[in-house]
């Protein structure tokens, strides 16, 4: 099954803005957040280097070369505050690992740095005699350890080192939660941007969307014939005057339409008032045909001939007129339906009884089958057809009844050559000639048209075929029960 | 009712052409032809020429052929066959209604018509029989009266032979087709719309309620029977 394009665009434009939005967001979130966790940690670094450097200048200079641990805490103990502990190292000795006297006030996260916690490279940085730093996770916590060796200033303003090394650790766990803070709102902003823009999206789709979904619904309304089907036009976007194209389109459908059937419309009637204006110079002619042909006899040759020929001519004149009167009421819809019970076996009977076929028609007729049908229009069909196949077709022509429960059918057959293939479509056709040399004189050209309209007003079908043996097979169906808008005659 | 011999024929006609061409078919077929262009001096050779049957157009100027109709019906049970256009079935109706007994439809060919004309003046046969008693109505087959609470009814030849065929078999179902065939003889194929209208003109002489109606009663699907009563 192919998804419904709607849903397509809807997806698309939304994961369209949803990934938009993400990279936008991460990217400048990311950036800022980088940015300022260097400069957070740059400047605590710095500050807590710049720091322990100056509380170091207070030791000089140094009263022993050689220091023992108490003199390595007190140095210890010169260079750490509420945030930091330090250590002191000078060979195999260090201060005392606690918190240091005097200065020392409880409240501050601080780890007391034990000489293990240090960093070998970080050791091998200050041996060297830089101040370096590094930073460690301790306990879960991150905490930045300073060294710095410790100058001895020789008279002569050289310096030296002393060999011995201090160590500080600064706790840096408020700047790792003002990092964490940014990080949480970064995604946070993050956050709120996708579902900004996940809604953003959905009204864009919508806005989209909604007209494109009236833009189907019209032009599926349009295809269904619904020639008067317009569309709002909303704003000025280009959704807009696609809308606009539509209507216009659908409008000058619709005048096209409308002329044609008004085209159509007065050539019917124009094709019904010939047929009524020719009808009563004809009664003229059909009242005195009988008298010319009953008096052709008794007339000197060629005034005979001529006046048969009047006569025949006239009573062809009438069927045609008739028929296209006939026709026209089937066009205007004006032909109804004067529905009566019979016995279709009967009717079959009579209609050939009326034209005196009875003894060229073979009949296959059950009795006892009854139906509610017009039987004037029945009687037209059945006579059109039988009249065709007998004058087409070759004998035997037969007749067969045939009914169930809700419909009869009657099949007309003969056992000529049949009808050629290409003809077949066209038979119900107006005027339609099978071949341009077929006699005029066969009928009024409306017949069969005519036989079919009577098939439909009863709600049924008249279809033709080729017997698979041979000969043409007309087939009527009729519902037993014809429709019956007025309830019919009693 | 002229029986045997020529009988009269009134044809109101505007059309002179089609009023010629009928007059003259219908002339060599043995009938006495008076033919004229409206409506008005056809109700008055009525009076004075006794036609045995009216041929009447009913696209007529002046009067039109609904109101001659209903006026040759209020003076007496004179025959009258419509002259009508193909498909003006309201016309037909409207005709039948108005208290035609059949109608033929243009260009209508004078064998049609005349075969028409015949049907509607065909001697009704007088039998000898016991007077009918059917409920308060009398049917007097030999003198071809119909009274209703000893009260003669002025039936027109069509509704006369239609309740006479109906009462003949009384409780018996007759279809539309078998009664166009026997009282109007047409074939089977006729307008079954005949004997509607003519039905309905019968009931609203002989009925107490044409709408519940005794002796002519429907059938509904099937036709008309007489009673039982």
């Known amino acids: 099954m192919t998804p419904r394009p709607s849903l397509g665009l809807r997806a698309r434009l939304s994961s369209a803005f949803a990934l938009l939005c993400v990279v936008t967001a991460a990217a400048v979130a990311g950036g800022i957040y980088v940015q300022a966790r260097t400069a957070i940690l740059q400047r605590t670094q710095d500050a807590a280097v710049q720091a322990m450097t100056s509380r170091l200048q207070t030791l000089y200079p140094l009263r022993n070369p050689a220091p023992g641990p108490a003199e390595l805490g007190e140095i210890a103990g010169a260079v750490t505050d509420q945030y930091s502990s330090a250590v002191a190292l000078y060979r195999e000795a260090h201060s005392p690992v606690g918190p240091p006297p005097g200065r020392w006030r409880p409240g501050g996260n601080v780890a007391f740095l034990d000489p293990g916690l240090i960093p070998a490279g970080l050791r091998r940085a200050v041996a060297e005699g830089e101040i370096a730093w590094q930073r460690v996770v301790w306990r879960g916590e991150p905490i930045l350890i300073i060294g710095t060796p410790l100058l001895i200033t020789e008279p002569d303003r050289t310096t030296r080192a002393s060999g011995i090394e201090v160590y500080l650790a600064r706790d840096l766990s408020p700047e790792q939660h003002s990092i964490d803070g940014l990080a949480a709102r970064a995604w946070l902003t993050g956050g709120a941007a996708l579902a900004f823009a996940v809604v953003l999206a959905s009204l864009a789709t919508r806005g989209v969307l909604r007209p494109v979904r009236e833009l189907g619904r019209a032009a599926r309304l349009l295809g269904e014939g619904e020639l008067r089907t317009r569309i709002e036009v909303r704003g000025s976007d280009e959704l807009a005057e696609v809308a606009r194209t539509f209507n216009d389109t659908a409008a000058e459908l619709e005048r096209h339409v409308r002329q044609l059937r008004e085209m159509e419309a007065d050539a019917r009637r124009f094709v019904a008032d010939v047929s009524h204006e020719l009808r009563t110079p004809l009664a003229a002619l059909a009242a005195v045909a009988d008298v010319l042909d009953e008096e052709a006899a008794g007339l000197p040759e060629p005034a005979g001939r001529a006046a048969r020929l009047v006569s025949q001519e006239t009573l062809s004149l009438t069927v045609l007129v008739n028929d296209l009167i006939e026709i026209s009421r089937f066009d205007s819809g004006v032909a109804a339906l004067a529905l009566n019970e019979v016995d279709v076996a009967e009717l079959v009977r009579a209609t050939l009884r009326a034209r005196g076929w009875s003894q060229q028609v073979r009949t296959e007729l059950p009795d006892a089958v009854t139906a509610r049908l017009d039987p004037r229009r029945v009687d037209v069909i059945l006579a059109n057809l039988v009249g065709n196949a007998l004058r087409h077709g070759e004998p035997p022509v037969s007749v067969r009844l045939r009914a169930d429960s809700h419909r009869i059918t009657l099949e007309v057959r003969d056992h000529g050559p049949g009808l050629d293939e290409a003809v077949l479509p066209h038979v119900f056709e107006r005027f339609y000639k099978a071949s341009a040399a077929r006699a005029r004189s066969e009928g009024s050209g409306l017949g069969l048209a005519i036989a079919r309209e009577n098939a439909r007003l009863h709600r049924g079908d008249l279809t033709v075929a080729n017997a698979p043996e041979g000969g043409a097979v007309f087939t009527l169906r009729l519902p037993r029960r014809a429709h019956d808008p007025d309830g019919g005659s009693e | ?229």
């Open chain 2, 1 to 229: 009712m002229k029986l045997g011999g020529v009988s009269r024929v009134l044809l109101i006609e505007d059309d002179p052409a089609v009023r010629e061409g009928l007059e003259l078919a219908l002339s060599r077929h043995g009938h006495g032809v008076r033919a004229v262009e409206s409506g008005e001096q056809g109700l008055e050779r009525l009076r004075t020429d006794l036609p045995d049957v009216v041929v009447l157009d009913l696209m007529l100027p002046g009067m039109d052929g609904f109101e001659v109709c209903r006026r040759i019906r209020a003076a007496g049970e004179v025959p009258i066959i419509m002259l009508t256009a193909r498909g003006d079935d309201i016309d037909v109706v409207a005709g039948l209604e108005a208290g035609a007994d059949d109608y033929v439809v243009k260009p209508v060919r004078p064998r049609v018509l005349e075969a028409r004309i015949r049907a509607v003046l065909r001697r009704i046969g007088r039998e000898q029989a016991e007077l009918e008693r059917h409920g308060e109505l009398t049917i007097d087959r030999a003198a071809l009266v119909v009274s209703r609470r000893g009260v003669p009814v002025g039936l027109a030849p069509t509704e006369l032979r239609l309740l006479l065929e109906l009462s003949g078999t009384p409780g018996r179902v007759h279809s539309r087709q078998q009664l166009l065939e026997s009282v109007w003889e047409h074939d089977y194929f006729g307008d079954s719309r005949l004997v509607d209208a003519c039905v309905q003109r019968l009931r609203a002489k002989i009925e107490d309620d044409s709408a519940a109606p005794v002796y002519v009663q429907t059938v509904r699907g099937f036709g008309y029977r007489f009673g039982p009563v």
